[in-house]
């Protein structure tokens, strides 16, 4: 008997599982690397109790119902095999019941039940979980389910419930927390730093010393402060919270990421700070548009035009037409696609010459940053329209600038290997795989300076994609093993 026996329940009647089967037979694994990938997994989430085998797989696909951790587990694993959404009820699985604090989106838009949720997702994400994972408590959410929820960002709030007579100021003013300016400013300027070495270094170097920093903001935010103070501290959990997902998504755990960026807009909604709302909107549409759902995406972008429209700067309406750009793209709208680049070009102009202040978080929307998404998006229409030579045009003259302009910014390191890994695809579009290979090695170079498993997986799809088409060229088979001896297979999440 193996040891996940307690973690099973009873066959449903010798009916085979054809959702489970057919995912199982595109995926390419056979029985063995599937129970193998979860016993992987389970240790990895803190439950080495589970010890599955090819005769428990072989139940599964019979029809055989797994108890969690199962069915969260092979959800994980087939939508990092297929780059979008596999939720446990497309395997035709049953998920667990678990409360809206514990999983899921739908959650509570006030005040205290952020910080108090943001405190316990923070806390479990660095003592339950030292490489990352949380467990059975996550699961991603797309289509409605995701995008429903969100749109309350723009709900106004429920007025306060009336309570006991005011204290005079005197006597409130002694029990409220003495937190000094400097303090403030410090914990802000050390979430500026913060991003910084995220841009520099990858997600999976800094991760935990984000978390924890969240961690101790969600704690100063549960004592009674100023109103002008708290909305400080609630902006600066937002912005933390927002990172820590970013860092989550680059390192691949998927689900952490979406939870992250769910309660930093719950965050920025208590701050009243909507740019703030609507870059944490463009975080969780890229990670939409990774994870293949262009469409969710676009309504995450439209939701964060629309609530910032009256207040968001040019840099960051530049950045919210790029990423439109991004999924119009993905859906194969191409009239769409280059209105949305042209918006984010015009718009960036405006930025540059009005030259006003900016909030850190969109500073790294740079000339090099735009060349770059609108770039990525020709490149993507080109895929979808059948490899187009219009597109591929469209796409190699703003990949390369984005390339030269990143080479000189030595702050965005992670942002300089995705577009040389860009730029390669470019050049397999265009059939040249010599010059491909060599843009891939410059990308190689960064990527094992960072820790980004985005960046790595990334690599290893283009150099996948040309070992398939030109795998007789010497240069592309040469890289491949080279690809295969020093990048690692897989990134610690830390």
């Excluded at 959800?75 to 446990?88: H, K, T, W």
């Excluded at 691949?252 to 701050?271: D, R």
């Excluded at 549409?285 to 969710?296: T, V, W």
């Excluded at 030259?355 to 998006?377: C, K, M, Q, V, Y």
């Amino acid at each position: 008997m193996s040891g996940d026996s307690g973690a099973d329940g009873t066959s449903t009647g010798k009916r085979p599982n054809e959702q489970l089967g057919s995912w199982f037979v595109r995926s390419g694994w056979s029985k063995g690397e599937l129970a193998r990938q979860v016993n992987r997994r389970a240790r990895q989430m803190g439950a080495p109790h589970i010890s599955t085998d090819t005769s428990r797989v072989r139940r599964w696909l019979d029809g055989e119902q797994p108890r969690e951790p199962i069915p969260r587990i092979l959800s994980e694993l087939f939508s990092e095999r297929f780059g979008s959404v596999v939720a446990i009820e497309d395997l035709g699985l049953r998920a667990a019941h678990q409360s809206p604090s514990a999983s899921g989106v739908d959650l509570p838009w006030t005040g205290h039940q952020t910080v108090s949720m943001l405190n316990e997702f923070s806390r479990s994400d660095l003592m339950l979980a030292r490489r990352g994972f949380l467990g059975t408590s996550l699961a991603l959410s797309a289509g409605p389910a995701l995008i429903e929820p969100m749109q309350r960002w723009l709900v106004p709030g429920p007025p306060a419930e009336p309570g006991p007579p005011r204290p005079s100021a005197a006597a409130a003013a002694q029990r409220l927390s003495p937190l000094s300016v400097p303090e403030l400013q410090l914990l802000e300027s050390t979430t500026a730093m913060f991003r910084q070495w995220d841009a520099q270094c990858g997600g999976g170097l800094r991760r935990k010393a984000v978390v924890g920093q969240l961690h101790e903001v969600t704690d100063l935010l549960q004592e009674s402060h100023p109103e002008p103070t708290a909305k400080r501290l609630f902006r600066c959990a937002a912005e933390l919270a927002e990172l820590a997902g970013w860092m989550s998504y680059d390192i691949g755990l998927q689900p952490t990421a979406q939870k992250y960026f769910v309660l930093a807009l719950h965050a920025a909604k208590e701050a009243g700070d909507k740019p703030l709302g609507s870059f944490i909107l463009s975080s969780m549409s890229r990670q939409m548009i990774h994870l293949g759902r262009a469409d969710d995406a676009l309504e995450l972008i439209h939701l964060a035009q629309y609530g910032s429209r009256d207040c968001a700067t040019p840099r960051t309406q530049a950045m919210l037409y790029a990423m439109e750009a991004r999924a119009y793209a993905n859906m194969g709208q191409p009239s769409k696609t280059k209105r949305a680049v042209r918006m984010a070009e015009d718009t960036f102009a405006d930025a540059l010459e009005a030259n006003e202040p900016e909030p850190d978080w969109i500073r790294f929307f740079t000339e090099a940053e735009l060349n770059g998404e609108n770039a990525h998006s020709y490149r993507d229409l080109a895929y979808v329209a059948g490899r187009s030579p219009t597109y591929v045009s469209l796409a190699e003259p703003a990949m390369r600038r984005a390339v030269e302009l990143f080479a000189e910014e030595h702050e965005y390191q992670r942002s300089y290997a995705l577009n040389l890994i860009g730029m390669a695809t470019v050049h397999l579009l265009k059939r040249e795989p010599e010059q491909s290979t060599q843009l891939a090695g410059q990308a190689l170079t960064v990527a094992r300076k960072i820790r980004s498993e985005r960046v790595n997986t990334r690599l290893r799809r283009t150099v996948d994609t040309a070992a398939r088409d030109f795998g007789d060229v010497p240069q592309v088979a040469h890289f491949t093993e080279v690809l295969t001896a020093q990048l690692p297979e897989t990134a610690e999440a830390v």
